[in-house]
Protein backbone atom coordinates (compact mmCIF):
# COMPACT_ATOMS: atom_id res chain seq x y z
CA UNK A 1 0.00 0.00 0.00
CA UNK A 2 1.24 3.68 -0.94
CA UNK A 3 1.06 6.13 1.57
CA UNK A 4 1.84 9.97 0.90
CA UNK A 5 3.47 12.09 3.44
CA UNK A 6 3.48 15.73 3.28
CA UNK A 7 5.46 17.77 5.51
CA UNK A 8 3.53 20.67 6.64
CA UNK A 9 5.80 23.60 7.58
CA UNK A 10 4.37 26.63 9.92
CA UNK A 11 5.25 29.77 8.09
CA UNK A 12 6.51 33.28 9.42
CA UNK A 13 7.27 36.06 6.64
CA UNK A 14 6.55 34.00 3.52
CA UNK A 15 9.96 32.81 3.44
CA UNK A 16 11.19 28.99 4.86
CA UNK A 17 12.61 29.83 8.41
CA UNK A 18 14.99 27.52 7.67
CA UNK A 19 17.31 30.57 5.53
CA UNK A 20 17.46 32.01 8.97
CA UNK A 21 18.95 29.30 10.68
CA UNK A 22 23.12 28.96 11.55
CA UNK A 23 24.49 27.07 8.90
CA UNK A 24 25.27 23.83 11.08
CA UNK A 25 21.85 23.35 11.92
CA UNK A 26 20.58 24.20 8.04
CA UNK A 27 23.37 21.35 7.38
CA UNK A 28 22.20 19.09 9.65
CA UNK A 29 18.54 19.68 8.70
CA UNK A 30 19.76 18.90 4.85
CA UNK A 31 22.11 15.93 6.00
CA UNK A 32 19.11 14.61 8.17
CA UNK A 33 16.78 14.28 4.73
CA UNK A 34 19.40 12.83 2.68
CA UNK A 35 20.07 9.87 5.04
CA UNK A 36 16.36 9.68 5.85
CA UNK A 37 15.73 9.12 1.83
CA UNK A 38 18.37 7.03 1.59
CA UNK A 39 17.04 4.73 3.84
CA UNK A 40 13.75 4.55 2.49
CA UNK A 41 15.17 3.50 -0.70
CA UNK A 42 17.56 0.79 1.45
CA UNK A 43 14.47 -0.54 3.31
CA UNK A 44 12.52 -0.99 -0.41
CA UNK A 45 10.17 1.73 0.71
CA UNK A 46 10.83 5.01 -1.51
CA UNK A 47 8.54 5.95 -4.27
CA UNK A 48 9.55 9.30 -4.86
CA UNK A 49 9.99 12.97 -3.04
CA UNK A 50 9.56 16.09 -3.75
CA UNK A 51 10.29 19.83 -2.11
CA UNK A 52 8.54 22.82 -2.86
CA UNK A 53 9.45 26.33 -3.23
CA UNK A 54 8.77 28.35 -0.32
CA UNK A 55 5.31 29.63 0.33
CA UNK A 56 5.85 33.65 -0.66
CA UNK A 57 5.77 32.13 -4.09
CA UNK A 58 2.46 30.56 -3.75
CA UNK A 59 -0.55 31.61 -6.26
CA UNK A 60 -4.08 30.27 -6.24
CA UNK A 61 -4.70 29.47 -9.82
CA UNK A 62 -8.44 29.45 -11.29
CA UNK A 63 -9.52 29.43 -14.75
CA UNK A 64 -10.99 32.44 -16.13
CA UNK A 65 -12.82 33.12 -19.27
CA UNK A 66 -11.88 31.16 -21.74
CA UNK A 67 -9.16 29.01 -19.73
CA UNK A 68 -7.01 32.34 -19.08
CA UNK A 69 -5.39 31.29 -16.01
CA UNK A 70 -6.64 33.98 -12.50
CA UNK A 71 -3.95 34.00 -10.05
CA UNK A 72 -4.45 34.71 -6.48
CA UNK A 73 -1.88 35.14 -3.94
CA UNK A 74 0.31 35.07 -2.52
CA UNK A 75 -1.26 34.44 0.91
CA UNK A 76 1.20 36.02 3.96
CA UNK A 77 -1.59 35.25 6.52
CA UNK A 78 -1.81 31.12 6.02
CA UNK A 79 -0.42 29.61 9.04
CA UNK A 80 1.10 26.37 8.11
CA UNK A 81 2.17 25.36 4.56
CA UNK A 82 2.95 21.72 2.10
CA UNK A 83 6.80 21.96 2.25
CA UNK A 84 7.03 18.95 0.55
CA UNK A 85 5.90 15.29 0.11
CA UNK A 86 7.30 11.82 0.22
CA UNK A 87 5.39 8.71 -1.48
CA UNK A 88 6.04 6.00 0.34
CA UNK A 89 5.26 1.85 -0.53
CA UNK A 90 4.65 -0.27 2.85
CA UNK A 91 3.10 -3.33 4.42
CA UNK A 92 0.82 -1.60 6.91
CA UNK A 93 -0.61 2.06 7.84
CA UNK A 94 1.41 1.45 10.93
CA UNK A 95 4.27 2.08 9.06
CA UNK A 96 3.65 4.61 7.04
CA UNK A 97 3.08 6.31 10.59
CA UNK A 98 6.81 5.74 11.93
CA UNK A 99 7.77 6.47 8.97
CA UNK A 100 6.25 10.07 9.59
CA UNK A 101 7.24 10.36 12.98
CA UNK A 102 10.86 9.62 12.08
CA UNK A 103 10.66 12.52 9.39
CA UNK A 104 8.41 15.29 11.65
CA UNK A 105 11.63 14.84 14.10
CA UNK A 106 14.12 16.22 11.84
CA UNK A 107 16.65 18.46 13.33
CA UNK A 108 15.52 22.37 13.87
CA UNK A 109 17.94 25.10 15.43
CA UNK A 110 20.27 23.84 17.81
CA UNK A 111 19.62 20.31 16.88
CA UNK A 112 16.14 19.86 18.67
CA UNK A 113 13.84 18.04 17.02
CA UNK A 114 11.27 20.18 15.18
CA UNK A 115 8.09 17.61 15.62
CA UNK A 116 6.47 19.23 12.18
CA UNK A 117 3.16 18.05 11.56
CA UNK A 118 3.11 15.15 8.90
CA UNK A 119 0.09 14.41 7.19
CA UNK A 120 -0.52 11.18 6.02
CA UNK A 121 -2.77 10.15 2.96
CA UNK A 122 -2.97 6.52 1.54
CA UNK A 123 -2.66 6.76 -2.46
CA UNK A 124 -5.37 5.51 -3.89
CA UNK A 125 -5.04 2.41 -6.95
CA UNK A 126 -5.87 1.46 -10.29
CA UNK A 127 -9.02 -1.45 -10.54
CA UNK A 128 -8.51 -4.56 -7.83
CA UNK A 129 -8.35 -7.79 -9.00
CA UNK A 130 -11.47 -9.42 -10.87
CA UNK A 131 -14.92 -8.35 -11.37
CA UNK B 1 24.72 -18.13 -34.93
CA UNK B 2 21.79 -16.44 -36.69
CA UNK B 3 21.14 -13.25 -38.23
CA UNK B 4 19.77 -9.83 -36.24
CA UNK B 5 16.86 -10.99 -34.57
CA UNK B 6 14.14 -8.91 -32.58
CA UNK B 7 14.97 -7.48 -29.09
CA UNK B 8 11.32 -9.12 -27.71
CA UNK B 9 12.28 -12.79 -28.65
CA UNK B 10 16.01 -12.46 -27.45
CA UNK B 11 14.16 -10.96 -24.05
CA UNK B 12 11.81 -14.34 -24.06
CA UNK B 13 14.89 -16.71 -24.53
CA UNK B 14 16.35 -15.34 -22.08
CA UNK B 15 13.55 -15.14 -19.47
CA UNK B 16 12.97 -19.02 -20.11
CA UNK B 17 16.53 -20.02 -19.84
CA UNK B 18 17.02 -17.73 -17.12
CA UNK B 19 15.61 -19.85 -13.87
CA UNK B 20 17.86 -23.47 -15.58
CA UNK B 21 20.69 -21.33 -15.67
CA UNK B 22 20.86 -20.38 -12.11
CA UNK B 23 19.76 -23.46 -10.71
CA UNK B 24 22.55 -25.06 -12.53
CA UNK B 25 25.26 -22.28 -10.70
CA UNK B 26 23.53 -21.71 -7.42
CA UNK B 27 24.34 -26.00 -7.19
CA UNK B 28 28.01 -25.51 -8.02
CA UNK B 29 28.49 -22.49 -5.44
CA UNK B 30 27.68 -22.06 -2.09
CA UNK B 31 26.44 -18.31 -2.50
CA UNK B 32 22.99 -18.13 -4.12
CA UNK B 33 23.06 -14.11 -4.06
CA UNK B 34 26.33 -13.93 -6.25
CA UNK B 35 25.29 -16.37 -8.15
CA UNK B 36 21.90 -14.39 -8.47
CA UNK B 37 24.30 -11.14 -9.52
CA UNK B 38 25.81 -13.58 -11.77
CA UNK B 39 23.39 -14.70 -13.67
CA UNK B 40 21.15 -11.25 -13.51
CA UNK B 41 24.43 -9.75 -15.40
CA UNK B 42 24.94 -12.61 -18.15
CA UNK B 43 20.84 -11.90 -19.07
CA UNK B 44 22.03 -8.33 -19.18
CA UNK B 45 24.46 -9.10 -21.50
CA UNK B 46 22.64 -11.06 -23.90
CA UNK B 47 20.19 -8.56 -23.81
CA UNK B 48 22.52 -5.91 -25.35
CA UNK B 49 24.34 -8.40 -27.40
CA UNK B 50 22.24 -10.95 -28.98
CA UNK B 51 19.58 -8.87 -30.77
CA UNK B 52 22.63 -7.60 -32.90
CA UNK B 53 25.08 -10.60 -32.41
CA UNK B 54 22.83 -13.41 -33.51
CA UNK B 55 21.05 -15.93 -30.96
CA UNK B 56 24.37 -18.33 -29.76
CA UNK B 57 23.85 -22.13 -31.14
CA UNK B 58 23.71 -22.90 -27.46
CA UNK B 59 22.17 -19.90 -25.64
CA UNK B 60 21.85 -21.50 -22.16
CA UNK B 61 25.55 -22.37 -22.15
CA UNK B 62 26.25 -18.94 -23.15
CA UNK B 63 24.33 -17.35 -19.79
CA UNK B 64 26.15 -20.16 -18.46
CA UNK B 65 29.95 -18.94 -19.38
CA UNK B 66 28.97 -15.43 -18.86
CA UNK B 67 27.82 -15.93 -15.76
CA UNK B 68 30.64 -18.47 -14.23
CA UNK B 69 32.94 -15.71 -15.69
CA UNK B 70 31.14 -13.20 -13.79
CA UNK B 71 30.81 -14.85 -10.14
CA UNK B 72 34.82 -15.93 -10.47
CA UNK B 73 35.46 -12.57 -10.82
CA UNK B 74 33.37 -11.67 -8.35
CA UNK B 75 34.13 -14.23 -5.84
CA UNK B 76 38.30 -13.17 -6.70
CA UNK B 77 37.64 -9.50 -5.67
CA UNK B 78 35.87 -10.85 -2.82
CA UNK B 79 39.06 -12.91 -1.62
CA UNK B 80 41.48 -9.95 -2.13
CA UNK B 81 38.97 -7.33 -0.39
CA UNK B 82 38.49 -10.03 2.48
CA UNK B 83 42.68 -10.71 2.36
CA UNK B 84 43.01 -6.71 2.06
CA UNK B 85 40.98 -6.83 5.53
CA UNK B 86 42.72 -9.15 6.54
CA UNK B 87 39.95 -11.95 7.66
CA UNK B 88 40.47 -14.98 8.57
CA UNK B 89 41.14 -17.36 5.60
CA UNK B 90 38.25 -20.02 7.13
CA UNK B 91 36.06 -17.88 5.92
CA UNK B 92 37.04 -17.57 2.12
CA UNK B 93 34.33 -18.83 -0.55
CA UNK B 94 35.56 -21.88 -2.04
CA UNK B 95 36.94 -21.32 -5.91
CA UNK B 96 34.01 -21.67 -8.47
CA UNK B 97 34.92 -24.28 -11.01
CA UNK B 98 33.02 -23.06 -14.02
CA UNK B 99 32.18 -25.99 -16.50
CA UNK B 100 33.41 -24.01 -19.10
CA UNK B 101 32.42 -26.35 -21.80
CA UNK B 102 29.46 -28.18 -20.53
CA UNK B 103 25.61 -27.27 -21.26
CA UNK B 104 24.86 -27.44 -17.63
CA UNK B 105 21.54 -28.53 -16.54
CA UNK B 106 20.42 -29.52 -19.86
CA UNK B 107 18.83 -32.79 -17.87
CA UNK B 108 17.84 -31.15 -14.50
CA UNK B 109 15.57 -28.26 -13.87
CA UNK B 110 16.19 -26.27 -10.60
CA UNK B 111 13.62 -23.69 -11.18
CA UNK B 112 11.21 -25.01 -8.68
CA UNK B 113 14.45 -24.90 -6.01
CA UNK B 114 14.96 -21.60 -6.53
CA UNK B 115 11.00 -20.93 -6.45
CA UNK B 116 10.80 -22.86 -3.30
CA UNK B 117 13.83 -20.70 -2.15
CA UNK B 118 12.28 -17.56 -3.38
CA UNK B 119 8.82 -17.70 -2.04
CA UNK B 120 9.99 -19.05 1.55
CA UNK B 121 8.15 -17.61 4.33
CA UNK B 122 11.03 -16.15 5.95
CA UNK B 123 10.56 -13.52 2.89
CA UNK B 124 8.28 -10.48 3.35
CA UNK B 125 5.29 -11.31 0.11
CA UNK B 126 6.90 -7.96 -1.01
CA UNK B 127 10.67 -9.40 -1.11
CA UNK B 128 9.66 -12.69 -2.26
CA UNK B 129 7.84 -11.15 -5.42
CA UNK B 130 10.62 -8.89 -6.52
CA UNK B 131 13.42 -11.87 -6.12
CA UNK B 132 11.27 -14.39 -7.65
CA UNK B 133 10.37 -12.21 -10.88
CA UNK B 134 14.17 -11.82 -11.11
CA UNK B 135 15.76 -14.99 -10.04
CA UNK B 136 13.04 -17.00 -11.69
CA UNK B 137 11.14 -14.78 -14.22
CA UNK B 138 14.19 -14.11 -15.49
CA UNK B 139 13.41 -9.99 -15.49
CA UNK B 140 15.62 -7.42 -15.59
CA UNK B 141 15.73 -4.80 -12.36
CA UNK B 142 14.32 -2.11 -14.04
CA UNK B 143 12.13 -4.55 -15.46
CA UNK B 144 10.57 -5.47 -12.09
CA UNK B 145 10.55 -1.25 -11.06
CA UNK B 146 8.34 -0.10 -13.72
CA UNK B 147 6.33 -2.67 -13.33
CA UNK B 148 5.32 -2.37 -10.08
CA UNK B 149 5.75 1.81 -11.00
CA UNK B 150 8.65 2.58 -7.88
CA UNK B 151 12.28 3.35 -8.35
CA UNK B 152 14.97 0.78 -9.66
CA UNK B 153 16.81 1.60 -6.92
CA UNK B 154 14.18 0.87 -4.54
CA UNK B 155 13.44 -2.22 -5.98
CA UNK B 156 17.31 -3.43 -6.33
CA UNK B 157 17.10 -2.96 -2.52
CA UNK B 158 14.01 -5.19 -1.94
CA UNK B 159 16.04 -8.16 -4.05
CA UNK B 160 19.28 -7.33 -2.29
CA UNK B 161 17.15 -7.46 1.38
CA UNK B 162 15.32 -10.64 -0.53
CA UNK B 163 18.90 -12.60 -0.63
CA UNK B 164 19.97 -11.18 2.71
CA UNK B 165 17.54 -12.81 4.52
CA UNK B 166 18.03 -16.21 2.80
CA UNK B 167 20.92 -15.74 3.53
CA UNK B 168 20.94 -15.02 7.60
CA UNK B 169 17.83 -17.42 7.99
CA UNK B 170 20.15 -19.80 6.12
CA UNK B 171 17.33 -21.37 3.65
CA UNK B 172 18.91 -24.53 1.64
CA UNK B 173 18.97 -24.76 -1.87
CA UNK B 174 17.20 -27.78 -1.75
CA UNK B 175 14.21 -29.61 -1.98
CA UNK B 176 12.09 -28.93 1.30
CA UNK B 177 11.46 -31.70 3.58
CA UNK B 178 8.71 -33.95 2.57
CA UNK B 179 5.99 -33.01 5.88
CA UNK B 180 7.03 -29.62 4.89
CA UNK B 181 6.78 -29.77 0.90
CA UNK B 182 3.35 -29.05 1.05
CA UNK B 183 3.30 -26.00 3.08
CA UNK B 184 6.16 -24.74 1.12
CA UNK B 185 4.43 -25.55 -2.21
CA UNK B 186 1.26 -23.84 -1.10
CA UNK B 187 3.88 -20.30 -0.39
CA UNK B 188 4.99 -20.21 -3.72
CA UNK B 189 1.47 -20.64 -5.05
CA UNK B 190 0.69 -17.82 -3.00
CA UNK B 191 3.03 -15.40 -4.23
CA UNK B 192 2.39 -16.49 -8.14
CA UNK B 193 -1.00 -15.58 -7.02
CA UNK B 194 -0.11 -11.99 -5.49
CA UNK B 195 1.60 -11.36 -8.57
CA UNK B 196 -1.03 -11.85 -10.47
CA UNK B 197 -3.24 -9.65 -9.02
CA UNK B 198 -0.98 -7.30 -8.95
CA UNK B 199 -0.87 -7.35 -12.55
CA UNK B 200 -4.97 -6.88 -12.83
CA UNK B 201 -4.34 -4.12 -9.88
CA UNK B 202 -1.27 -1.74 -11.23
CA UNK B 203 -2.60 1.09 -13.01
CA UNK B 204 -3.49 0.79 -16.71
CA UNK B 205 -1.85 3.84 -18.02
CA UNK B 206 1.33 3.15 -19.83
CA UNK B 207 1.12 0.29 -19.87
CA UNK B 208 2.39 -0.18 -23.25
CA UNK B 209 6.01 -0.84 -22.49
CA UNK B 210 5.72 -2.40 -18.93
CA UNK B 211 6.44 -6.35 -18.60
CA UNK B 212 3.24 -7.97 -18.12
CA UNK B 213 2.86 -9.32 -14.60
CA UNK B 214 -0.28 -11.26 -14.96
CA UNK B 215 1.72 -12.51 -18.44
CA UNK B 216 4.81 -13.19 -15.84
CA UNK B 217 2.31 -15.18 -13.39
CA UNK B 218 0.50 -17.30 -15.69
CA UNK B 219 3.93 -18.39 -17.62
CA UNK B 220 5.65 -19.00 -14.19
CA UNK B 221 2.45 -20.89 -12.82
CA UNK B 222 2.59 -22.89 -16.49
CA UNK B 223 6.66 -23.72 -15.59
CA UNK B 224 5.50 -25.29 -12.25
CA UNK B 225 2.56 -27.19 -13.61
CA UNK B 226 4.81 -27.99 -15.93
CA UNK B 227 6.97 -29.44 -13.33
CA UNK B 228 4.48 -30.80 -11.14
CA UNK B 229 1.68 -32.19 -13.39
CA UNK B 230 0.06 -34.55 -10.72
CA UNK B 231 -0.40 -31.77 -8.21
CA UNK B 232 -3.99 -30.21 -8.49
CA UNK B 233 -3.68 -27.30 -6.55
CA UNK B 234 -1.31 -26.05 -8.98
CA UNK B 235 -3.16 -27.00 -11.94
CA UNK B 236 -6.13 -25.24 -10.17
CA UNK B 237 -4.17 -21.93 -9.60
CA UNK B 238 -3.27 -21.80 -13.76
CA UNK B 239 -7.16 -22.87 -14.69
CA UNK B 240 -7.92 -19.86 -12.37
CA UNK B 241 -5.73 -17.56 -13.47
CA UNK B 242 -6.35 -18.11 -17.33
CA UNK B 243 -10.07 -18.42 -16.59
CA UNK B 244 -9.66 -14.78 -14.31
CA UNK B 245 -7.31 -13.20 -17.52
CA UNK B 246 -10.15 -14.12 -20.28
CA UNK B 247 -12.15 -11.52 -19.24
CA UNK B 248 -9.36 -8.79 -18.78
CA UNK B 249 -10.32 -6.72 -21.73
CA UNK B 250 -13.68 -6.76 -21.05
CA UNK B 251 -13.63 -5.48 -17.20
CA UNK B 252 -12.50 -2.09 -17.73
CA UNK B 253 -14.04 0.66 -20.19
CA UNK B 254 -12.62 3.06 -22.55
CA UNK B 255 -11.29 5.60 -19.10
CA UNK B 256 -10.27 2.48 -16.90
CA UNK B 257 -13.86 2.56 -15.20
CA UNK B 258 -14.78 -1.02 -14.02
CA UNK B 259 -17.40 -2.67 -15.79
CA UNK B 260 -18.91 -5.30 -13.37
CA UNK B 261 -19.27 -9.08 -14.61
CA UNK B 262 -23.21 -9.07 -15.49
CA UNK B 263 -22.57 -6.08 -18.00
CA UNK B 264 -19.50 -7.49 -19.40
CA UNK B 265 -19.56 -7.69 -23.29
CA UNK B 266 -18.71 -11.26 -23.12
CA UNK B 267 -17.68 -10.81 -27.12
CA UNK B 268 -14.47 -9.77 -25.75
CA UNK B 269 -13.72 -12.29 -23.37
CA UNK B 270 -10.90 -14.84 -24.58
CA UNK B 271 -12.32 -17.98 -25.77
CA UNK B 272 -8.98 -19.05 -25.94
CA UNK B 273 -8.13 -18.90 -22.70
CA UNK B 274 -11.41 -19.78 -21.64
CA UNK B 275 -11.26 -22.90 -23.77
CA UNK B 276 -7.59 -23.88 -22.26
CA UNK B 277 -8.68 -22.97 -18.57
CA UNK B 278 -12.16 -25.43 -18.74
CA UNK B 279 -9.87 -28.08 -20.17
CA UNK B 280 -7.29 -27.91 -17.49
CA UNK B 281 -10.02 -27.49 -14.62
CA UNK B 282 -11.96 -30.16 -15.69
CA UNK B 283 -10.04 -32.36 -16.39
CA UNK B 284 -8.14 -32.21 -12.77
CA UNK B 285 -11.37 -32.08 -10.54
CA UNK B 286 -12.09 -35.41 -10.93
CA UNK B 287 -8.26 -36.60 -10.02
CA UNK B 288 -8.89 -35.76 -6.57
CA UNK B 289 -7.28 -33.93 -3.54
CA UNK B 290 -9.81 -30.51 -4.32
CA UNK B 291 -8.64 -27.49 -2.76
CA UNK B 292 -9.38 -23.94 -2.74
CA UNK B 293 -7.78 -22.63 -6.20
CA UNK B 294 -9.44 -25.64 -8.34
CA UNK B 295 -12.69 -24.80 -6.44
CA UNK B 296 -12.42 -20.84 -7.72
CA UNK B 297 -11.19 -22.08 -11.17
CA UNK B 298 -14.67 -23.94 -10.97
CA UNK B 299 -16.45 -21.27 -10.03
CA UNK B 300 -14.62 -19.14 -12.83
CA UNK B 301 -15.76 -21.66 -15.55
CA UNK B 302 -19.18 -21.33 -14.85
CA UNK B 303 -19.43 -17.57 -14.90
CA UNK B 304 -17.37 -18.04 -17.82
CA UNK B 305 -19.40 -20.90 -19.79
CA UNK B 306 -22.34 -18.29 -19.40
CA UNK B 307 -23.63 -17.35 -22.88
CA UNK B 308 -25.15 -13.91 -20.72
CA UNK B 309 -25.63 -13.41 -17.17
CA UNK B 310 -28.71 -14.84 -16.66
CA UNK B 311 -28.11 -17.96 -18.07
CA UNK B 312 -25.34 -18.24 -15.16
CA UNK B 313 -25.37 -21.06 -13.44
CA UNK B 314 -25.81 -19.81 -9.90
CA UNK B 315 -26.94 -22.93 -8.30
CA UNK B 316 -23.57 -24.74 -8.92
CA UNK B 317 -21.61 -21.55 -7.80
CA UNK B 318 -23.79 -21.59 -4.85
CA UNK B 319 -22.84 -25.29 -4.03
CA UNK B 320 -19.11 -24.86 -4.78
CA UNK B 321 -18.41 -21.78 -2.76
CA UNK B 322 -20.81 -24.31 -0.12
CA UNK B 323 -17.57 -26.48 -0.03
CA UNK B 324 -15.03 -23.65 -0.32
CA UNK B 325 -16.44 -22.60 3.14
CA UNK B 326 -15.61 -25.68 4.50
CA UNK B 327 -12.13 -25.63 3.64
CA UNK B 328 -11.31 -22.43 4.51
CA UNK B 329 -12.36 -19.93 7.04
CA UNK B 330 -12.23 -16.70 4.94
CA UNK B 331 -14.74 -14.04 5.26
CA UNK B 332 -14.03 -13.42 1.56
CA UNK B 333 -15.63 -16.80 0.73
CA UNK B 334 -18.63 -16.15 3.11
CA UNK B 335 -18.90 -12.91 0.83
CA UNK B 336 -19.17 -14.69 -2.55
CA UNK B 337 -21.62 -17.59 -0.43
CA UNK B 338 -23.53 -14.96 0.15
CA UNK B 339 -23.73 -13.12 -3.02
CA UNK B 340 -24.27 -16.25 -4.71
CA UNK B 341 -27.04 -17.10 -2.22
CA UNK B 342 -28.80 -14.46 -2.64
CA UNK B 343 -28.81 -15.10 -6.75
CA UNK B 344 -30.43 -18.42 -6.07
CA UNK B 345 -32.65 -18.05 -3.05
CA UNK B 346 -33.13 -14.06 -3.30
CA UNK B 347 -31.96 -11.08 -1.34
CA UNK B 348 -32.53 -11.85 2.05
CA UNK B 349 -30.61 -15.12 2.12
CA UNK B 350 -27.54 -13.39 0.93
CA UNK B 351 -28.11 -10.94 3.78
CA UNK B 352 -28.52 -13.75 6.89
CA UNK B 353 -25.17 -15.36 5.71
CA UNK B 354 -23.79 -11.67 5.84
CA UNK B 355 -24.72 -11.26 9.50
CA UNK B 356 -22.12 -12.99 11.55
CA UNK B 357 -19.59 -11.05 9.60
CA UNK B 358 -20.12 -7.95 11.30
CA UNK B 359 -18.77 -9.64 14.48
CA UNK B 360 -15.46 -11.45 12.31
CA UNK B 361 -12.85 -8.75 13.19
CA UNK B 362 -10.57 -9.54 10.02
CA UNK B 363 -13.94 -8.34 7.81
CA UNK B 364 -16.14 -6.45 10.23
CA UNK B 365 -16.16 -2.57 8.83
CA UNK B 366 -14.40 -3.30 5.39
CA UNK B 367 -15.83 -1.89 2.54
CA UNK B 368 -16.57 -5.23 0.64
CA UNK B 369 -18.91 -6.25 3.17
CA UNK B 370 -20.57 -2.55 2.39
CA UNK B 371 -20.46 -3.38 -1.35
CA UNK B 372 -22.20 -6.70 -1.04
CA UNK B 373 -24.85 -5.05 1.28
CA UNK B 374 -25.45 -2.38 -1.30
CA UNK B 375 -25.97 -4.70 -4.17
CA UNK B 376 -28.52 -6.88 -1.88
CA UNK B 377 -30.11 -4.03 -0.42
CA UNK B 378 -30.76 -2.84 -4.07
CA UNK B 379 -31.98 -5.78 -5.28
CA UNK B 380 -34.43 -6.03 -2.70
CA UNK B 381 -35.47 -2.69 -3.15
CA UNK B 382 -34.65 -1.22 -0.16
CA UNK B 383 -32.76 1.59 -1.89
CA UNK B 384 -32.13 3.84 1.25
CA UNK B 385 -30.01 1.14 2.44
CA UNK B 386 -28.64 0.61 -0.52
CA UNK B 387 -27.09 3.94 -0.81
CA UNK B 388 -26.21 4.72 2.54
CA UNK B 389 -23.80 1.49 1.93
CA UNK B 390 -22.52 1.99 -1.43
CA UNK B 391 -21.32 4.98 -0.32
CA UNK B 392 -20.17 3.74 2.70
CA UNK B 393 -17.77 1.00 0.77
CA UNK B 394 -16.78 3.86 -1.35
CA UNK B 395 -15.72 5.59 1.42
CA UNK B 396 -13.26 2.23 2.26
CA UNK B 397 -12.17 1.24 -0.85
CA UNK B 398 -8.39 2.73 -2.19
CA UNK B 399 -9.22 1.92 -5.58
CA UNK B 400 -10.30 4.43 -7.69
CA UNK B 401 -12.44 2.81 -10.33
CA UNK B 402 -14.17 0.99 -7.73
CA UNK B 403 -14.84 4.15 -5.92
CA UNK B 404 -16.22 5.77 -9.09
CA UNK B 405 -18.20 2.37 -9.95
CA UNK B 406 -19.72 2.39 -6.67
CA UNK B 407 -20.57 6.20 -6.68
CA UNK B 408 -21.97 5.92 -9.64
CA UNK B 409 -24.18 2.50 -8.29
CA UNK B 410 -25.54 5.24 -5.49
CA UNK B 411 -25.73 8.44 -7.50
CA UNK B 412 -28.01 6.00 -9.96
CA UNK B 413 -30.31 4.50 -7.27
CA UNK B 414 -30.78 8.41 -5.94
CA UNK B 415 -31.85 9.98 -9.21
CA UNK B 416 -34.44 7.16 -9.88
CA UNK B 417 -35.39 6.02 -6.96
CA UNK B 418 -38.48 4.39 -8.67
CA UNK B 419 -36.86 1.90 -11.08
CA UNK B 420 -35.77 -1.56 -9.32
CA UNK B 421 -31.83 -2.77 -9.25
CA UNK B 422 -30.13 -5.16 -11.24
CA UNK B 423 -29.17 -8.39 -10.35
CA UNK B 424 -26.66 -8.87 -7.84
CA UNK B 425 -24.08 -10.64 -10.42
CA UNK B 426 -22.79 -6.75 -10.67
CA UNK B 427 -20.90 -7.14 -7.13
CA UNK B 428 -17.07 -6.47 -7.85
CA UNK B 429 -16.48 -9.30 -6.12
CA UNK B 430 -18.14 -12.23 -7.44
CA UNK B 431 -15.74 -15.08 -9.17
CA UNK B 432 -13.57 -13.75 -7.05
CA UNK B 433 -13.30 -14.69 -3.54
CA UNK B 434 -9.87 -12.20 -2.77
CA UNK B 435 -6.91 -13.41 -1.11
CA UNK B 436 -6.25 -16.71 0.13
CA UNK B 437 -4.20 -15.75 2.95
Redesign the interface.
Known amino acids: MRYILMMHAPRATGDYQINNWAPEDFEAHIAFMHRYNKELTEAGEFVGAEGLSPPGDAKLVRAGKNGTPVTDGPFPETKEFLAGWWIVEVDRPERAYELAAKASAAPGPGGAPLNMAIEVRQVMRGPLPDV | MTGTVSPDRVGHLARELAPRVLGALARRHDDFAAAEDAVQEALVAAVHQWPRAGIPDNPSGWLFRVASRRLSDHTRSERARRRREEEVAASEPREVQPALDAIPGADEDDSLLLLFMCCHPAL ?4 AI ?1 LTLRAVGGLTTAEIASAF ?3 E ?3 A ?2 IS ?1 AKQSIRSSGIPFGEPSPDERGERLGEVLHVLYLIF ?1 EG ?5 GDSLHRVDLSDEAIRLTRLVHGLLPEETEVAGLLALMLL ?1 DA ?1 RAA ?2 GVH ?1 E ?4 DE ?1 DRSRWNRGLIAEGIAIISDTLPRGAVGPYQLQAAVAAVHDEASSADDTDWPQILALYGVLRLMSDNPMVTLNHAIAAAMVDGPAAGLDLLMPLDTDARIAGHYRLDAVRAHLHERSGDHERAIAHYRAAAAG ?7 NYLLTRAARLSATKAESGRGVGAV ?1 T ?3 S ?1 DQA
Do not use: F, K, W, Y
Open positions: TPASALVPATMQRRNHTGSATRRTGLIPLQTSSIPERPSGDG
